[in-house]
């Protein structure tokens, strides 16, 4: 599949890529990051290209675009775009790329007219001043020219198309305005308005959340039956390609390891990488214990004694009646959480799920105390007496701020520019007044090592790190004060498969060797399941369910705990994707879809119905445990 092909098939190809070799210019030295790539896309067909970050996928579908950087240069190799549609000619029309000047006319008529593409993060790909229809309606006007009025209505069409309840109105909003989902909806819309032969998706589902996810997925398939095109999607997700692929295409530094269809990628794997890539995904089969295979290990240094563990687990911290609202006074606004109650147990994680937006990070925020709650008490058991953690001020709430740290989501943004990993790491030691510099310098060698780096990097900066190697330094910092918990805040939904892997298998070595205490937050439940022993499930600011791993995952009660559980794309094809899943009303987290029973008949009726073995659902007060296990 991916060794090009006699050129009779062509016209059955819209893209086809043969012996492809792409070279970046760095300090005056030619760098090749792609090597002799070959891989074909046939006519209405999905192909999918996968590999870690850094493999080549983005810099392949550049080139197919015209959009390499300036210093990146196709030193060899076609690039055949055949179109079905042009000129009705037998061969379709096709035209190398790789020969066309990448600003010429050719070439930008081609780019958004009859391939359209679809980028990872679409609120860095929108543009925040102008509103949504604007940018559509200049994509369909560039490629394919109407009146204002039918241009307006032919967006507004689009809209419709992409999952839009209100196009009138929602062709007049900002980007800022919209949910991450809407807003891949919207740039969909932006790639399809003129109804290209080729559609390259490049990690447009990474930044979402499950049930959005399945939504996307689900709308890419549509609108591709709807529009015969064919979709080149670049992703790490195995459970999305294993969903949505007709053929793969695995590449690793820029050379293309194994290519087939998707039940042979799947069934019959030959290469060791993609074997490997195979078992570095975390899966609800798992058995206890059972570690993800990385595909480059870190073996930490414990940096402290461990602390000695109890037979029974005591909890470290108490959560009660925590609530917060945005937006307004006495009542009004929104309610961002509400009543969130749970116990961190002491050695534990806990996992917290839920789509964005379920108000999961706030209550992370709250419990650091980056957020001021508005009722509730936290509380922190130490040796020497329980800590009212809402209630510390001044000099108090500093000396406790060590025991307390934070490993936040998007490591490229948690991290300064402008200061060397040491500062980084050190910065905690210097604001708590510990050490001296040697003392701090020694600190940071040692978590260093803690966290699988070269000490060595010690002075370099973020910027020349990988993302994973940037988590780790977030890691490391947060290390730095020998604290009991530590809040984990999606601290691998920005990472690769394989990268991910390594950082959860890091986490659980220090959990072992520190005797650490993690709240999880995550809306990945694959992952929650790797690393927490007791999960909380959250929807509209509410824990629904909470439990033991096993009895959430195996006997879920709540419909949004099943709902979330249908939607998780596994790399599995004896067990396809429900696509249906959470497209009707306001999604899984609407209560109008929920069986009576888990709506209430009013919401003060609602509270926490106990099924035993530390498993409770949030439900109608005069609910039974039968009466919820049988809705």
Known sequence: MAG?????????????????????????????????????????RTVALVGESGSGKTVISQSVMGLLPRNGVITSGRILFSDPAKDGRKDGGSVDIAGLPRDGKKMRMLRGGRMGMVFQEPMSSLSP????????????????PHPRKEARAVTEQML?????????????????????????????????????????????????????????????????????????????????????ADEVVVVYRGQVMEAGPVEDIFRRPGHPYLKALLKASPDFDMPEGERLVALRGVTPAPVVKPRSAKAAPEPLLSVRGLRKTYGGKKGGGVVAVNDVSFDIMKGQCLGLVGESGSGKSTVGNLIMRARKADAGSVVFHDPAGPVDVLALEGAALKAFRPRMQMIFQDPVSSLSPRMTVLDIIREPLIIQGRGSDAEQKRRAVELMECVGLDPRFLSRYPHSFSGGQRQRIGI????????????????????????QAQILNLLKDLQSSLGLTYLFVSHNLAVVHYMAARIAVMARGRIVEI????????????????????????????????????????????????????????PDRLEMIDLGGGHFVLADRGCTAHDVTAA
Request: with cysteine.
């Open 547 to 602: 439990g033991p791993r096993d009895a959430l995952f195996r006997t879920p009660a709540h419909p949004y705990t099943r709902c979330l559980l249908r939607a998780v794309p596994l790399p599995d094809l004896d067990r396809p994707l429900d696509f249906d899943i959470a497209t009707s009303g306001g999604g899984a987290s609407d209560p109008a879809t929920w069986p009576a029973a888990f709506r209430g008949t009013a």
């Open 129 to 144: 001043v102008h509103t949504i229809g604007n940018q559509i309606e200049e994509a369909l006007q560039l490629h394919r």
């Open 4 to 44: 090009g092909g006699q050129d009779e098939t062509l016209r059955d190809d819209v893209l086809r890529i043969e012996d492809l070799h792409v070279s970046f210019v760095l300090h005056g030295q030619m760098t090749e990051v792609v090597k002799g790539v070959s891989l074909r896309v046939p006519a209405g």
């Open 160 to 244: 419709g198309l992409v999952g839009f309840r209100d196009p009138q109105r929602s062709y007049d909003r900002y980007p800022f305005e919209l949910s991450g989902g809407l807003r891949q909806r919207a740039m969909l819309a932006m790639a399809l308005i003129c109804h290209p032969a080729l559609l390259i998706a490049d990690e447009p589902t990474t930044a979402l959340d499950v049930t959005i996810q399945a939504q996307v997925l689900k709308l890419m398939k549509t609108l591709q039956q709807q529009f015969g095109m064919a979709i080149l999607l670049i992703t790490h997700d195995l459970g999305v390609v294993a969903n949505m």
């Open 476 to 499: 490391a910092r947060a290390l730095a004060l020998n604290p009991d918990l530590i809040i984990c805040d999606e601290p691998v939904s920005a990472l690769d498969v394989s990268v």
